[in-house]
């Protein structure tokens, strides 16, 4: 991954139709609604999700308080077509009444550009910093936390450390699809000490969930 690209939703070997079935693996619903509950999105919030992919966590925050505004934020034009696909299914099913959700492309570490320094009530992310290099992990977590008004909120669900053997063992299905080189930080339980370091505070590793693909953490911080 060099200073402009990505890796894909789904991985470097497998297209973009394939990343909702295999995300099923990581026990989805399950983590998706704890970070649901974690962002807790109220009436007139600004949400902005950072790396959407397809939409899948945008349009449930979205159904959870249709009065917030959720912007999706990626780089890939045809994951945010998904994205855009789910939301109108979700409106016309009468699942997000009243809502916005907004799709922007951009990379993770142009989020504050794209969406407006200091404008955002919760920054949320999911299945991404895995997929950086370290120089990119942190630059994006210095866009989110630039993005996030004073006080706002930060949520992130990612691989964290790996602690047992059993939970090494299947990450390395992550490794194999999204390169050793950027998911082995997460394993070794970077993130919360670059949250800390991106100017956070009260960084805490809230959940962690087991799945066929490795440990889940949810991380939450504060901008102060």
Request: with cysteine; proline share 6%; net charge positive.
């Amino acid at each position: 991954m060099n200073e402009r690209s990505f890796t894909p939703a789904a991985g470097r070997f497998a297209p973009v139709r394939l990343y909702d079935p295999v995300v099923a693996l990581t026990r989805e619903r399950l983590w998706r609604s704890l970070v649901a509950m974690h962002v807790a999105p109220r009436p007139e919030d600004v949400v902005v999700d950072v790396g959407c992919g397809t939409g899948s966590l945008a349009v449930l925050l979205n159904r959870v308080e249709p009065r917030a505004t959720v912007i999706g934020v990626d780089p890939d034009p045809e994951a945010l077509a998904v994205a855009r696909r789910k939301a109108a299914a979700a409106a016309v099913a009468g699942g997000t009444p009243g809502g916005t959700t907004e799709w922007r492309v951009g990379m993770g570490d142009e989020v504050a550009a794209i969406v407006g320094a200091g404008t955002a009530d919760t920054v949320v992310s999911s299945l991404v910093l895995h997929q950086c290099p370290v120089p990119m992990k942190r630059a994006v977590l210095a866009a989110m936390h630039e993005t996030l008004r004073p006080g706002g909120k930060l949520v992130i669900a990612d691989y964290g450390k790996q602690r047992t053997a059993a939970m090494r063992l299947a990450f390395r299905f992550v490794q194999l699809a999204d390169g050793k080189a950027d998911t082995q930080p997460n394993a070794d339980g970077v993130l919360p000490r670059l949250i800390a370091e991106a100017g956070f505070e009260n960084v805490r590793e809230s959940e962690t969930v087991a799945t066929l693909t490795g440990s889940l953490s949810l991380y939450v911080a504060r901008r102060s």
